[in-house]
């Protein structure tokens, strides 16, 4: 089943890892999704971690949450940058009210816990994020990817295939 029908923001910022934005970016749009990558202004390009670069179409701000079917949030060092930003939280807190995929990766975890999305759920990360999601109330669970209810969760790079297949079943199952 294509995702054709489906529109997902993916958040960046300077720093990004380069691999959790840009494989689950492809694949996404490999499914037929519309990809909108966002960041806290437009027209705005970052580089990663290791040198790729990714280019912001919109500002957070100015999507409609009504109009996306879910979010990604890329780890990196990125999710420190985008958890300080209003317009960030307010979209995450936003589409997980409405139930609509919240898919995190490595520190993504990090948007999660300013948005205040993670306490009594399971949750997983970088363990350089663990304590950070056990004190905002998580449960951490040491797995490559997971999804409960409508948040996905991603461990680290090398579990990026497992992210990737969590996340595309999740959308065709919303």
Not at 129 to 136: G, Q, R, T
């Amino acid at each position: 089943m294509s995702l054709s029908a489906h529109r997902v923001a993916v958040l960046v910022d300077r720093s990004f890892e380069d691999l959790e934005f840009w494989v689950p970016t492809t694949r996404l749009r490999e499914e037929g999704a519309e990809v909108v990558v966002a960041g806290r202004e437009a027209d705005v390009t970052f580089t990663g971690k290791h040198g790729l670069t990714a280019t912001t179409d919109t500002a957070v701000g100015t999507l409609a949450p009504d109009r996306l079917d879910g979010v990604v949030v890329p780890g990196g060092w990125a999710p420190d940058k985008l958890r300080r930003d209003e317009d960030v939280t307010d979209l995450v807190r936003t589409l997980d009210a409405q139930e609509k995929i919240v898919a995190q990766i490595c520190h993504a975890g990090l948007v999660g816990i300013s948005a205040g999305i993670v306490e009594g759920r399971r949750a997983t990360g970088s363990t350089g994020i663990k304590d950070d999601l056990v004190n905002a109330g998580a449960e951490w669970v040491d797995e490559a990817a997971f999804q409960e209810d409508h948040l996905v969760w991603g461990r680290v790079v090398k579990d990026i295939p497992a992210f990737c297949r969590t996340l595309i079943r999740a959308l065709r199952n919303a």
